[in-house]
């Protein structure tokens, strides 16, 4: 896990240095460019989802493109659901399809095709009654 963390192994540029990323989170944090119901929540649910799938947990989350999704990808206020139920559900997706793709497809990172997939089915979430009525109380 540290040379994950430091960026010690192979990989695209830009995801390798997991530290970076998280500092660069805290930044956008701090600034209030994004809030952190997304990554939070999909890193949360990596882990279980890591977890429940029998894949090393800090690999999944340190190793490939999580971090850089989750934290620049993903809360895209273009992108992301308007509602809170639908950030969480969104980010369950996300990892949901990044751990069943990365465990059982020949393309190893399921990250980015996790991301198109969520991106294209982003509007079911606020237009789903149950989202839409809690978000209006």
């Known amino acids: ?59 999944a989350l340190l190793g490939g493109g999580v971090l850089l999704a989750v934290i620049f990808i993903l809360p895209d206020r273009n992108l992301a659901p308007h509602g809170f139920l639908g950030r ?13 793709l990365r465990r059982y497809a020949v393309a190893k990172e ?6 198109l997939t969520v991106n294209l089915i982003r509007p079911l979430f606020d237009a789903l009654p149950e989202f839409r009525k809690r978000e209006e109380k």
């Open 1 to 59: 896990p540290r040379q994950l963390l430091l960026g010690a192994h192979a990989g695209a540029v830009g995801e390798t240095p997991a530290v970076f990323l998280m500092l660069g989170a805290v930044y956008l944090f701090a600034r209030g460019v994004i809030t952190p119901t997304i990554p939070v929540f999909s890193v949360a649910f990596v882990a279980l989802f890591s977890f429940l799938f029998g894949v090393d947990v800090p690999t």
């Open 88 to 100: 969480v559900a969104y980010s369950a997706a996300f990892a949901l399809l990044t751990v069943v």
């Open 110 to 115: 399921g990250v980015y095709f996790a991301v």
